[in-house]
Each structure stands twice: as C-alpha cells, then as structure tokens.
C-alpha cells in the first residue's frame, strides 16, 4: 500500500514546520493514521484526496492532543467513521491490513501499526528524524517501557518508518541503533551529574545540558525525571 502524507497544518516548536503527519491509505477500506487537530483545511485535504469515497476508519497511535483532538471534526464528515485505539487483531486499512504494535513508553496507550507486506512503520512518537522523544513522566510516560518499544519494532525489522512529525525514515535500525545509544549516554550524564553533587532535577539540567534553550526546559526535565524513575526502579540511584 503507497501511504499518502497529509499534514495537519498545525506547525510549532514541538510538532515541526509543517505540524503533525497523518497517512492516509487509499483503497477498500480507506484509513488514515492519526488524527490532526481538526483545521478544515486538514479535513477538506483528506476529502479530496480520497476523491469522493468514505473515510471508513482512523487508527489513533496515542491520545495526546495533537493527534487526536481532530477526530471530532473527521466524525462530522464521515459519521460512520471507526476509531482503531487498541486491540491485537489486524486492521483492514485501504486495499490490505495493519497489525497492531503495542509501543508503550512516550505514553501508556502508544501503539505503532506496521504493513507487514510493504515493511512500512507507522510510528506515531516512537521515533523521528532530527530530534529525540520526549518522555513525559507527568503524563504517564516511562522509559523502561519505551526503550523496550523501541526494541520490539527493531525485531520487526521494518523497511521505513513513517512517523507523526518529521520525513520518513528509511534506515530504521541505524535510527533505533542511535537511540538505544543517546539513551544510555544520557544516563551515564545524569549519574555523573548526580555524583558531581546535583540533588534536584533543575540541577541536574543544568549540568547535563549547559546550552540548553529556556523554551526546552520543560522538555529536559521531563527527560531527567524519566532516567531518574529509570534509575530507581533499577536501584542503581
């Protein structure tokens, strides 16, 4: 199945220039991956690229806001519109099917949806190019679960990831490769920084990253809070 990239129109520092991406699979059972954030000209560019045929499903790969908040607006298009948001069995999508890939980590209910045929990875937050991921310990988000995500679909091997913000991906193991490793860099920096005498989690920020921009700040200590879990959970701090 050839995916069709539609973005969401909803560009910013954290979803990228062009804003969230959703896929649309054009067929019998037409689908599209995630849901935007409801801009008309999102729902209108869905609308036209499926050339008068019904939206018959969209398959969610986790419930934060920039990539569900449009199902309403969808809905009210296409009323008799499935919302795919777990379960095991495969999924009809366009003219073939998606297995689901339960990918906790970046969030609790993360799912990845993978075309076993074609080798394509609809990753959602598992991954992107240019950047790390974010994971949100405030809002249910655990590294331990998220690096074995990243595991899991290193096994399946897939030939691209297509992911929720960014280009595609076409080296999927170097790209996994490398986060497995800044992962376990990191961890080191925050145990040395913890060992240098840092005691709270701004503190450890400030040695681990020296450069970082105010507007990141949220971000990396989110980033800090999920290696320190990590770390405790493990009994290593």
């Known amino acids: 199945m050839q ?5 969401a129109g909803n560009p910013s520092d954290w979803t990228g220039p062009t804003g969230n991406n959703t896929w649309l699979l054009r067929g019998r059972e037409a689908a599209l991956v995630d849901a935007g954030t409801g801009l008309a000209s999102h729902v209108d560019a869905v609308a036209r690229a499926l050339e008068g045929a019904p939206l018959s499903r969209v398959l969610i790969t986790h419930w934060h806001p920039d990539h569900v908040s449009g199902l309403p607006a969808l809905k009210a298009r296409w009323r008799d519109l499935a919302v795919i948001e777990s379960g095991t069995a495969p999924v009809p999508a366009g003219d073939g099917e998606l297995e689901i890939v339960p990918t906790p980590g970046h969030a609790p209910d993360h799912l990845c949806f993978f075309d076993r045929e074609s080798g394509d990875l609809y990753c ?3 991954a992107r ?3 790390t991921i974010v994971i949100p310990v ?3 988000g655990d590294l331990r679960a998220y690096l074995a995500s990243l ?3 290193r ?3 897939p030939r691209r990831l297509l992911p929720g913000h960014g280009p595609i991906v076409d080296d999927p193991i170097a790209l996994i490769d490398e986060y497995l490793a800044h992962r376990a860099q990191r961890e080191q920096q925050i145990l040395q920084a913890i060992l240098n005498g840092a005691r709270t989690v701004p503190d450890i920020v400030r040695q681990v990253y020296p450069a970082l921009p105010a507007s990141l700040s949220d971000a990396a200590s989110e980033s800090v809070r999920a290696h320190l879990v990590k770390l405790r959970d493990e009994g290593r701090a």
């Open 151 to 153: 595991q899991r679909v």
């Open 155 to 157: 096994d399946l091997a």
């Open 124 to 126: 959602g937050d598992l």
């Open 129 to 131: 190019r240019g950047g």
């Open 3 to 7: 995916p069709l990239l539609i973005p």
């Open 138 to 140: 405030s809002k249910g």
